[in-house]
């Protein structure tokens, strides 16, 4: 095997964060970005900028039909996301959450990496500033491993592709820590949910709120 990881790129700060760790560690990089007509498809420009500052390998952009856009507020235009609400249910799951959207990236992500024989596949989900969404939790995690492990002859034969999450046990503000100190320029990325070239950031949906209180409590 070799040293080649396969990062999931939003051109969001998670992602971000995660492509300068494996930077770090001295891998090779090879992004994968997703169009899902996502209404805050600006986040491709943003993951291509990224993609280009990090020098990685190779840049994959996937062009993805939801059997369904109509069921989240990201891609149907009918739909409003909503507003940040520190008072919301621990287990209300909102309106922005994509069906099986983690699932669709890592199956990619897994092709990809067979393909390359990529030994690794790294997301940026994270279980403790989020918006309750099923395929952010640890066992989501571990079982996506587990599939790894029983689906591809890598896995079979013991030589394992390892999917990595290293921040799934942080906050937003232990996040941001951890990319300032890697040199990350969050300014090249955007997190909004309701973001267009004009506005990359509405300051008001889930993903901004989190995104300014972990900026805030780091200072």
Known sequence: MTNKAIILLSGGLDST???ALAKQQKLETYALSFNYQQK?????????KIAKH?????????????????LSSLTNNNLTPPQYSANSDDTHIPNTYVPARNTLFLSYALSLAES????SIWIGCSVIDY???PDCRPEFIQSYQQLIDNAVPLGVNNQP??????LLNLSKAETIKLGLSLGVN???TISCYCATAEQPACGKCDSCV???KGFAEIT
């Not at 390359?116 to 030994?119: E, G, K, T, V």
């Not at 592709?161 to 290293?166: Q, R």
């Open 40 to 48: 805050h498809s600006v986040e491709l420009t943003a993951a291509k």
């Open 116 to 119: 390359i024989q990529a030994n």
């Open 161 to 166: 592709i390892k999917l990595k999450a290293p």
């Open 54 to 70: 990090y020098a990685v390998n190779d840049h994959y952009i996937v062009d993805i039909t939801l059997p369904n856009n109509q």
């Open 210 to 212: 989190l995104r300014q």
């Open 131 to 133: 918006s309750n969404y």
């Open 17 to 19: 964060t995660c492509l």
């Open 186 to 188: 969050y300014s090249m």
